[in-house]
């Protein structure tokens, strides 16, 4: 809840100490697991503010938002990640030809979440 915040550092402090955690043999991997949802959680956020404060920034909105699709869909937020495949796919219709497999890569992960269509 810390990254959702904007207390990125507490967030991030946080992470380290469940990482640090020992469970029983059986769920052996859950703190790891939980530390990567926690940064995954934060780079999420962070990858939210390129769009809206710079001309500049607009450069990395559409990255951006494919980098935030990717991890959503990691983190089986299915809805969020089409969301953000497609905002890809907008903002990026026109793209030059040399970045047209970023266009076929953000048509695959909108197909994988199966929402919307695959433009």
Partial sequence: MTARLGDFAAAERYAATVARETGPPAAAGLPRDLELEIRAEAAIVLFGTFEGFAGWSLIYAGPSHMRRAALHERLGDRST???????????????????????DSARAGLARVGEGNTR
């Fill in 81 to 103: 990640a089409a969301t953000h495949y497609e905002r890809f796919l907008t903002l990026w219709k026109d793209a030059d030809p040399e970045f047209r497999s970023l266009l």
